[in-house]
C-alpha cells in the first residue's frame, strides 16, 4: 500500500517519457482533468513504448497485453491546455507479466502531479491464455528496469 504522506517522485525516478497534450474533454466541471483521464495517460505512455521500442503490432500480434490491475495516487491537478509529461519506467517483470509505474508530470516540474502503476499479464491474442512475454518486448522492458527494494 502507497504511503500518501511520502513526498512525490520526482522526474529522475522514470527512465522513459512522453509528452501528452491534454484535451478540452479531459477537464471536468471542476475545471481539472477528471481523475479516469490519467488511465488513459498510462496507456498511451505504455502501449506507445510497447509500439516504437519493443515493435508490438497492436492489430496483429499472436501475444498481447493485457491489463489486470491499475492504481493512481493524485497530487495536484492538471488541466487543459497543458501538455503533461508521463515518465515510464518497470519496477518487476515476471514470466508472464509486467508491472509498469507511471509519473504524470506537470511540464517542466520536477515533482508528479499523478503517480501510479499497472500490470499487464501478456496473454495469446486467440485465447487470452497466459504466455511468456515475447523476447524483443521482455528486452525493451529491462531497459527501463529500477532496482527492486532488497530490503
Known amino acids: 500500500m502507497a504511503d500518501h504522506k511520502k513526498a512525490p517522485e520526482t522526474r529522475a525516478a522514470y527512465a522513459h517519457f512522453r509528452e501528452i497534450p491534454t484535451r478540452w474533454m479531459d477537464n471536468d466541471l471542476y475545471g481539472h482533468v477528471n481523475n479516469v483521464v490519467y488511465y488513459s495517460y498510462f496507456d498511451t505512455v505504455i502501449n506507445a513504448y510497447l509500439i516504437e521500442a519493443g515493435g508490438l503490432d497492436i492489430h496483429n500480434a499472436d501475444v498481447i497485453g493485457v491489463a489486470v490491475e491499475t492504481n ?8 487543459f491546455p497543458e501538455t503533461v509529461e508521463a515518465g515510464l519506467r518497470v519496477g518487476h517483470i515476471g514470466k508472464s507479466s509486467v508491472r509498469y509505474e507511471i509519473g504524470i508530470f506537470k511540464r517542466g516540474t ?9 500490470v499487464h499479464v501478456f496473454v495469446k491474442r486467440a485465447n487470452q491464455r497466459p504466455v511468456e512475454i515475447p523476447d524483443d518486448i521482455r528486452s525493451c522492458l529491462q531497459k527501463l528496469c529500477i532496482q527492486e527494494n532488497s530490503s
Open 110 to 118: 520536477q515533482a508528479a502531479a499523478a503517480e501510479g502503476y499497472f
Open 72 to 79: 493512481c495516487r493524485f497530487r495536484a491537478s492538471l488541466a
